[in-house]
C-alpha cells in the first residue's frame, strides 16, 4: 500500500478552532498534492508542497512536508463551516510505470460547528 | 474556468448488464482520468489516456475498459457489471502528466 495503515479519519471542531490533518505515505514522492471535497463534488486541489519545501502556506491553509519521515500535514486556522469537507492527501509517482500519477490516501471528514 | 462534465450523474445497473459512464472535458487538455471511490476511501485509478485513440492502464483495471474518441471525450464501459462496481466514478483531465488534475462532479453507479 502507499499508505499508512490509517483509516480514513473524521475530525469535528467549532468554528474558529485550529486544526491539522496528517498523511503518511511509504513511496517516495516529490510533492503532496491536498484535496477539498464538498459533499456531491469531485476533489479538488487547494494546495501542493514540494520536496524542497518544509512550509507552504495559502490564506489560512498551511501545509508542510517532512520527507525524511515520508509525512505530510495540512492545518487550517480560525476554521469555518464553510470548510467542513473531505480533505485528502496524494502524493505524485515519478519513477517507471507510476510516473505521473496521483495516489490519494484515506481522508480526513471534518466538520466545522458554529 | 476548467470544466469536466459526466453523465450519468447516477445510474442503477442490473448485475451482469453493461454499463457505460460518459465525461466530457473543455479544457483542451490531453491528458484524462477515470477513479473509483469506495465510501470511507480516496480515490483509485482506473484507467487513463494521453491521447485520443490510446487509453493505459491505471492500478485497477480489470473489469473495466476505456474508450478515448477524441480528445474532449473519454468513457467508462463496464461490460459485466457485478456487485462490487458500486462506486462513486470520477473523470478528470489534466493539461499534462504532472499538472494540476480537475475532477468532473461524479457519477454514483449502484449495480443490483
Known amino acids: 500500500s502507499q499508505w499508512g495503515e490509517e483509516n480514513l479519519q473524521a475530525l469535528s471542531i467549532q468554528e474558529g478552532e485550529d486544526v491539522t490533518m496528517n498523511c503518511s505515505y511509504k513511496?517516495?514522492?516529490?510533492?503532496v498534492h491536498w484535496y477539498r471535497q464538498d459533499s456531491g463534488r469531485g476533489p479538488a486541489l487547494i494546495i501542493l508542497?514540494?520536496?524542497?519545501?518544509r512550509e507552504k502556506r495559502s490564506g489560512r491553509l498551511r501545509a508542510t512536508l517532512d520527507t525524511s519521515s515520508q509525512s505530510s500535514s495540512l492545518s487550517i486556522t480560525a476554521a469555518q463551516c464553510e470548510d467542513t469537507a473531505v480533505y485528502f492527501c496524494a502524493t505524485r509517482g515519478n519513477t517507471g510505470a507510476n510516473t505521473g500519477k496521483l495516489t490519494f490516501g484515506h481522508g480526513t471528514i471534518l466538520r466545522v460547528h458554529p | 474556468e476548467a470544466a469536466v462534465t459526466q453523465s450519468p450523474r447516477s445510474k442503477v445497473a442490473v448485475t451482469g448488464g453493461k454499463v457505460t459512464l460518459s465525461c466530457h472535458q473543455t479544457?483542451?487538455?490531453?491528458?484524462m482520468y477515470w477513479y473509483r471511490q469506495d465510501t470511507g476511501h480516496g480515490l483509485r485509478l482506473i484507467h487513463y489516456?494521453?491521447?485520443?485513440?490510446?487509453?493505459e492502464k491505471g492500478d485497477i483495471p480489470d473489469g473495466y475498459k476505456a474508450s478515448r474518441p477524441s480528445q474532449e471525450n473519454f468513457s467508462l464501459i463496464l461490460e459485466l457489471a457485478s456487485l462490487s462496481q458500486t462506486a462513486v466514478y470520477f473523470c478528470?483531465?489534466?493539461?499534462?502528466?504532472?499538472?494540476?488534475?480537475?475532477f468532473g462532479p461524479g457519477t454514483r453507479l449502484t449495480v443490483l
Open positions: 478528470a483531465s489534466s493539461e499534462w502528466t504532472y499538472a494540476e488534475q480537475f
Open positions: 513511496t517516495y514522492t516529490t510533492v
Open positions: 508542497i514540494r520536496s524542497n519545501e
Open positions: 489516456s494521453y491521447v485520443a485513440d490510446s487509453t
Open positions: 479544457n483542451n487538455h490531453d491528458y
